[in-house]
């Protein structure tokens, strides 16, 4: 199992930046695929950012070329730099572990709490 917990949200002006960090705890089986996903009102969660073992990042089209995902392995922490930022990028953001390949010892994905990101235009 993974605990998850967020750091950083808040409310900025579009064009501003902000950084929202994931510090994860637990079983390191259980957190090789880690990722960065957004729920706005009345909308469905999307994922926005991931990395996977070995290194490999994806972004989704909304934040390409804006989001720079990066993942400290020493401290198991998930960083997420959003820069540029608009107000569709308003959402709860939350923070998801779990393995790669399917482990029955890691049960479900763990979530993190959710960090609240609100874009003013």
């Known amino acids: 199992q993974v605990q998850l917990v967020e750091f950083g949200g808040g409310l900025v002006q579009a064009g501003d930046s902000l950084r929202l960090s994931c510090e994860a705890s637990?079983?390191?089986?259980?957190?090789?695929?880690m990722a960065w996903y957004r729920q706005a009102p009345g909308k469905e969660r999307e994922e926005v950012s991931s990395?996977?073992?070995?290194?490999?990042?994806y972004y989704s089209n909304a934040v390409k070329g804006r989001f720079t995902l990066s993942k400290d392995n020493a401290k198991n922490i998930l960083h997420l730099q959003m820069d540029d930022l608009k107000p569709e990028d308003t959402a709860v953001y939350y923070c998801?572990?779990?393995?790669?390949?399917?482990?029955?010892?890691?049960?479900?994905?763990?979530w993190g709490q959710g960090a609240q990101v609100t874009v003013s235009s």
């Open positions: 637990g079983d390191p089986r259980c957190m090789s695929f």
């Open positions: 990395i996977k073992p070995g290194g490999y990042v």
């Open positions: 998801k572990a779990e393995p790669y390949h399917p482990l029955e010892a890691c049960g479900v994905p763990s």
